[in-house]
Nanobody
Framework: EVQLVESGGGSVQAGGSLKLSCVAS????????MGWFRQPPGQAIDGIAA???????AYVASVEGRFIASQDKARNTLWLQMDNLKPEDTGLYTC??????????????WGHGTQVTVS
């Protein structure tokens, strides 16, 4: 069973930076697309960055130019470099993974999340 474990969250002042990591284990050579999701306090979870099967990253407008998602060649580790953080970036950041065989459309594996607080 695929397991995802996030790390790197914390509290930071506006304008600061954090780098999140998500490590996938138990993949059994299943190729995965991975993405980052964010749930602000009292709001629904939403996708903010993802890397497709070709290794291309896509972002929502609110983080474009400030966040960079990257993945290692083995596709087992996903990072999210977050710069120029704003208070509205506060939330629970969760890593999700979708089998490449699904066309990277079905996120079926999820981590427990790491909290980011920007003041």
């Amino acid at each position: 069973e695929v397991q995802l474990v996030e790390s790197g969250g914390g509290s930071v002042q506006a304008g600061g930076s954090l780098k999140l990591s998500c490590v996938a284990s138990g993949t059994n050579n299943t190729r995965l697309c991975m993405g980052w999701f964010r749930q602000p306090p009292g709001q629904a979870i939403d996708g903010i960055a993802a890397i497709d099967a070709a290794g291309r990253a896509a972002y929502v407008a609110s983080v474009e130019g400030r966040f960079i998602a990257s993945q290692d060649k083995a596709r087992n580790t996903l990072w999210l470099q977050m710069d120029n953080l704003k208070p509205e970036d506060t939330g629970l950041y969760t890593c999700g993974a979708a089998p490449v065989s699904s066309g990277c459309q079905s996120y079926v594996y999820w981590g427990h999340g790491t909290q980011v607080t920007v003041s």
